[in-house]
T-cell receptor, first 114, second 113 residues
C-alpha cells in the first residue's frame, strides 16, 4: 500500500531537548511538507521541499529544521529554540508543488513538552 | 496576501438534515480550492477539489461544493447528514505560488441523533 508514515505517534520531550519527527512516503512524490496544527488554528506551514536537497521556510519556521537527503524522507527537528512546541504535527506530500495537486497526509505525531 | 475564512468553528445539524459548511477565500489570482476532513487524532483526507474545470464539484461520501467567483466562496454541502460525518472539516487554498496550502481554521461538524 502506498502512503505516508509518521513516527512516533506520540512523543514527549523535556524542555531544552531537540527531538526529530520522522516522515516517510512511498508515493514517489517530489514535494513534501510539514504542518503544525493547534486547536482552533487550522494548519500552518512549517517547511516544504520541492525536490531532494532543497527546502524552503514556511510561515512558522522559527525553532524548526528539516533535511531532504532522500526523496522518500523529510524529517523535522523541533529544536529547543521553539518556545511552544506542544502541538500535532502533520507531514504531507504531493506529486509536485504547484497547481491543483492535492496533498496526501500522514497520520500525525502529537508532541508534548513536559 | 491570500487567506481562507471558515465561518463557524462549530456547526451542529440533525441526522438526515442538510449540511452546509462555509468557506470564503481571498486571492489575487484564480485559486485552487480543496476541502479536507479530519477524524480525531488522524491525518487529513481529501473530500474534493476545485480546479476550474467545473464550478460544481462532487466529492467522496456524498459531499459537493460550488465555486462562486463573485462571492469568493467555496461552500461544502451534503443533502443528508450521517452520524459518521462528525469530524473536523478544513477548507484550503493554493494561489499562484509554489508552496504549501493555506488552510482555514476548521469547522467542527456535530451530528445530533
Amino acid at each position: 500500500d502506498g502512503g505516508i508514515t509518521q513516527s512516533p505517534k506520540y512523543l514527549f520531550r523535556k524542555e531544552g531537548q531537540n527531538v526529530t519527527l520522522s516522515c516517510e512516503q512511498n508515493l514517489n512524490h517530489d514535494a513534501m511538507y510539514w504542518y503544525r496544527q493547534d486547536p482552533g488554528q487550522g494548519l500552518r506551514l512549517i517547511y516544504y521541499s520541492q525536490i531532494v536537497n532543497d527546502f524552503q521556510k514556511g510561515d512558522i519556521a522559527e525553532g524548526y529544521s528539516v533535511s531532504r537527503e532522500k526523496k522518500e524522507s523529510f524529517p523535522l527537528t523541533v529544536t529547543s529554540a521553539q518556545k511552544n512546541p506542544t502541538a500535532f504535527y502533520l507531514c504531507a506530500s504531493s506529486i509536485w508543488i504547484a497547481g491543483d495537486n492535492e496533498q496526501f497526509f500522514g497520520p500525525g505525531t502529537r508532541l508534548t513538552v513536559l | 496576501a491570500q487567506s481562507v475564512t471558515q465561518l463557524g468553528s462549530h456547526v451542529s445539524v440533525s441526522e438526515g438534515a442538510l449540511v452546509l459548511l462555509r468557506c470564503n477565500y481571498s486571492s489575487s489570482v484564480p485559486p485552487y480550492l480543496f476541502w479536507y476532513v479530519q477524524y480525531p487524532n488522524q491525518g487529513l483526507q481529501l473530500l474534493l477539489k476545485y480546479t476550474s474545470a467545473a464550478t460544481l464539484v462532487k466529492g467522496i461520501n456524498g459531499f459537493e461544493a460550488e465555486f462562486k467567483k463573485s462571492e469568493t466562496s467555496f461552500h461544502l454541502t451534503k443533502p443528508s447528514a450521517h452520524m459518521s460525518d462528525a469530524a473536523e472539516y478544513f477548507c484550503a487554498m493554493r494561489g499562484g505560488g509554489a508552496d504549501g496550502l493555506t488552510f482555514g481554521k476548521g469547522t467542527h461538524l456535530i451530528i445530533q441523533p
